[in-house]
């Protein structure tokens, strides 16, 4: 069983950056893919950004890319999301999401994670 924990989520202004932590239990973290996820009241669960398990593949959703970075530190057991120019649109709880398979792969569908923290709630004032 695997354990997820986000934090680092908060208030920030249009513009700003926030980086989001990701703890993990369980000995076998560094195996397992992980992505990072949004969602806002109404909305579907959004894809965000994925990293396998070494971090020699990642994927990022086109609305994210060139402002958001993931990165993992496999000795820490923990995935991390900084996120840069944050817009008010972006105001959402952010969840980070584990694969229990096929760790060389990036996965980018939510029904493809087995595992999922609670979330972190960002919001971003104008």
């Known amino acids: 069983q695997v354990q997820l924990v986000e934090s680092g989520g908060g208030l920030v202004q249009a513009g700003g950056s926030l980086r989001l932590s990701c703890a993990a239990s369980?000995?076998?973290?560094?195996?397992?893919?992980m992505g990072w996820f949004r969602q806002a009241p109404g909305k579907e669960r959004e894809f965000l950004a994925a990293i396998n398990w070494s971090g020699s593949r990642i994927s990022y959703a086109d609305s994210v890319k060139g402002r958001f970075t993931i990165s993992r530190d496999n000795a820490k057991n923990t995935v991390f999301l900084q996120m840069n120019n944050l817009k008010p649109e972006e105001t959402a709880v952010y969840l980070c999401?584990?694969?229990?398979?096929?760790?060389?792969?990036?996965?980018?569908?939510?029904?493809?994670?087995?595992?999922w923290g609670q979330g972190t709630q960002v919001i971003v004032s104008s």
């Open positions: 369980g000995p076998t973290f560094s195996n397992y893919p």
């Open positions: 999401a584990a694969v229990s398979y096929g760790g060389n792969y990036v996965y980018t569908r939510p029904g493809e994670y087995n595992y």
